[in-house]
């Protein structure tokens, strides 16, 4: 992004694109020099800016008394003002030089700035420029004035041909929810920015007042409060005011006849029971009413591979899980926890595709759709196929989750196997092998779970029927076999294959991540939820980090 950046600045204001300005806009607008200006006013900036650079310290940038020729922003490094004796310092993001309400009138500077480290950096933008796009900024803004306050600024939106709000006291950002003119986006703006300013419970209250209150605007205000809740659930769940809020709105819905809406509020809340009370009974899911800004609506084609490239994915995803410093016999028993959306990723049919007595290098494991093929699939996460054995060696692959248990892998592999038994005659064992050629057997519970995260290379799935006490996995061949299969070094494997299993694992932790978990985070508020996305996805970097260090070193 610097190199982009810098590649901008250097050109010539005529010779740059437009994705060229917004990578610039980008970056530069959230830095305190552009805090309050409009994203309309950050861009012209953008456009005209320049870049400047001081080579060594103390370089002056303008001296005392010399006439203010721009507009400066500190990118890089510091500058020093020395004014009368008295010194300050500027650091990133702050700037100095012409003053907004100034005009055309001419300044000369007071005090001298010089920078404080070589090779600073600075955005400079010409005077004449400056005052200019300030100037129709102002000429294109309309201000609303109460007891001689300013209580509304709107300005002209080339996007819209309107003018839409830009600032306003909290209690009038409120009432813009109900402007039909508002620009489109206003109200997923707000229900995602009005923490900063106003409380949760007060935006309710007003919305279920208005509700009632002005007819005319109960199906803008129903889709608002809709939209709320589907969006940030979290500004609900475990909050004894709001959730007695929603149950107010859900029962005005009800007075009011409108059932469609009354459906629709009681499928949102579904995702988490606790919202719906204990006298609702619901029976469509979540999914049917996603919105238009969630993932369900995107879709990641050819993301699996094909069928005979499955196994070296398998090994990529399995090798990342490695814990550094250790033996390759030991997995990584953390899991990550997958959050509750649609699913995106599509893949080839799972059904099942081993063949009796055919023995392979290793398991195979891909991404698919759930709901597509088997009970167990779900539509919180992409399904892992696991390849399930019998006690003869034959295998089926089966597709699972994080939350499927081993009596829910032993029916399916049964079924794939075409075996018609009841499956409380079979049991699930977990067959490994060390390096040493010693073979552990252990039988799983019925409730054990995320059986995935509990695979090794040098370990298999095996149904075994419960009237037999034989070893599953006797014989030099079958050990060397399945030792073969963990015998797997970062050069073997196929880059794309490595490409592919990074991807999906950092995707897993990636999607977690909540816009209202960014916000917060952005502007520094009490966390509202327990999701700690941000955390594990910035983990995520200095895990991969080491494990290419890691994987490089024992080459």
Known sequence: AYVSIFDTLTRNPDERRDEDVETVLEYTQHLPAFANLTLSVKRKLCWVMELQTFRDVQSPVIRSGEEVDSWWVVFGGSVEVNKDGDTQRLHLGECFGAARGSGKKKLLQIGTITTCHPDTILLRVPAAKYYEILSKSEQSSVKVEEDGKVVLVKEFSEETCTHVAVRATPDLLLSRLLEEEEHPLYAEDFLLGHRTFIAAETVADHLCRWFMDVPETRDRVARIFLLWVNNHIDDFDGKDGMLELIERFRNQLQDVGMKGQFQLLNMACQVRPALLGTQTTITPTISQMASRHSVSEIEVMSISPPPDRMSSTRQSLRLMKLPFGKGRNKGDRSQVKKRSASPIVRTHSNSSIGEDGARSSCPAISVSAPGGGGPMNSAAEPGITLKVYKPDHSYRFVTVVSETTAEQLIRAALKQFDIHEDSGNYSLCRISVSPEGLVKQTRLPDAFHSL??????????????????????????????????????????????????????????????????????????????????????????????????NEVLNE
């Open 452 to 549: 995935p995260s509990h695979l090794i290379l040098t370990s298999r799935y095996y149904i075994k029927s419960n009237v037999t006490t034989n070893s599953l996995v006797h014989g030099e061949e079958l050990l060397s076999e399945v030792l073969a299969e963990g015998a797997t070094d970062f050069l073997s494997l196929d880059p794309r294959d490595i490409a592919r299993a990074v991807t999906l694992q950092d995707f897993s932790v990636y999607r977690q991540i909540t816009s209202v978990e960014y916000f917060e985070d952005l502007w520094g508020l009490e966390k509202s939820s327990p999701n700690d996305g941000l955390m594990r996805f910035s983990e995520t970097t200095n895990h991969e980090m080491f494990w290419v260090v």
